[in-house]
Nanobody, 121 residues
Framework: VQLQASGGGLVQAGGSLRLSCAAS????????MAWFRRAPGKEREFVAA??????SQVYADSVKGRFTISRDNVKIFLQMTNLKPEDTAVYYC?????????????????WGQGTLVTVSS
């Protein structure tokens, strides 16, 4: 699966942003998808994942209740609300060759290039 993330930008604390990830490849419909992020000076961490069917979602505790992951036939989305300065990071979309979700980097084999989200206080 080939992935292209977009939608990042600068937003004030408390604001909202929607990330998109365009996917191509025959296996997209059978792939669980996820968002990860890497904050400055930190390791990449799991944010959210959605199953191949779209019926199951999992979230990191730090974003639960604020972020929503979804998908359609060709894209996945991350709706981010009530953003905080600690959400500042490069956000990456990822795909895995299984229909069920995973919450660690090694579960995903295909990665997009990342999109920068900056939240000002």
């Amino acid at each position: 699966v080939q992935l292209q993330a977009s939608g990042g930008g600068l937003v004030q604390a408390g604001g909202s942003l929607r990330l998109s990830c365009a996917a191509s490849g025959r296996s997209f419909s059978r792939s669980a998808m996820a968002w990860f992020r890497r904050a400055p000076g930190k390791e990449r961490e799991f944010v959210a994942a959605v199953s191949a069917s779209g019926g199951s979602q999992v979230y990191a505790d730090s974003v639960k209740g604020r972020f929503t992951i979804s998908r359609d036939n060709v894209k996945i989305f991350l709706q981010m609300t009530n953003l905080k300065p600690e959400d500042t990071a490069v956000y990456y979309c990822a795909a895995r060759d299984f229909p069920n979700t995973g919450n660690y980097e090694g579960a995903y084999g295909d990665w997009g290039q990342g999109t920068l989200v900056t939240v000002s206080s």
